[in-house]
């Protein structure tokens, strides 16, 4: 049984990121380097904020859907996952195992591409939006009469910056080249689609669209890494393939429960936000739970 987790907090190991799920921590190793410490809580977010609860389990199965998928796509691309096993961790990380099983990888850390790179199958979110307005997403022309949610001709990479406002803001092929290189962009969207492609495949084999996901990639000595989280519900659009139906937005696979809850409060979407009844916290937990079943084949 392990509890609940919305905060970290480990004495002595140096914070050096936050965001809305993951915590992150700079470790050294002798042998290794310089290294960081993942840990994903069980904080969930809606409408932009963070919700008072945790969802009991979510970290622990976003950190093995991400170890699932380093493992799937070994043969396409080296990741930053140095190991996942607490045991092997550097001894001052010891004294926190309770914290830290399951729920926290230890990574090489890389010079990050500043740049998201978003590959998306389907038209949706600031995709269907950019479409609409534009007829294009991030400089792509798309066929003319696509309805929100339908999928696209073929996969496209649809780079992103983070804006001021900590939303994401897309930007075309040319704008990411001008940011990091054009030989570099050209890897970064060659690489995404490949990643894309292969897991979207399996995805829908085992009954998930997976509308769109961001990757983050990463230099380590010489070498350009998957890093981040991957392909989980917190980085991309899962839809559940018995309930896709084009013409509208799709049902979220996993925040659906929550998002249904919250709209019928009159809560104006500014943080504070609400507290969840003990129902929506459970039948959200085992959506997290079917994801992880779903895609993996394993038991939880
Ligand atoms: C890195 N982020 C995003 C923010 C998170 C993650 N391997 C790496 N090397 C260097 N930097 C990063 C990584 C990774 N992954 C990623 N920020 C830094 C981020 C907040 C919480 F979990």
Redesign the pocket.
Known sequence: MSSILTTTDLPGIQR????K????YAVHDDKLGEL?L?V?TDRISAFDCILPQGIPGKGRLLTQMSLFWFDFLRGIVPN?LVTADVNAYPAPLHDFRDRLEGRSML??????EPVECVARGYISGSGWKDYKRTGAICGIPLPAGLRESDPLPEPIFTPATKAETGHDENISFEAAAHIVGRQTAEVLRDLTLRIYTAASLHAESRGIVLADTKF?F?W?EGVL?L???VLTPDSSRFWPRDEYLPGRAQKSFDKQFVRDYLEILDWDKKPPAPPLPEDVIEKTAAKYREAYTRLTGNAI
Not at 107 to 112: A, G, K
């Open positions: 050096v990121a936050s965001g799920v993951r915590d992150v960081l993942i994903a930053h990574v090489r850390r890389c010079r990050m983050e990463g380590h890494l890093a981040d989280e």
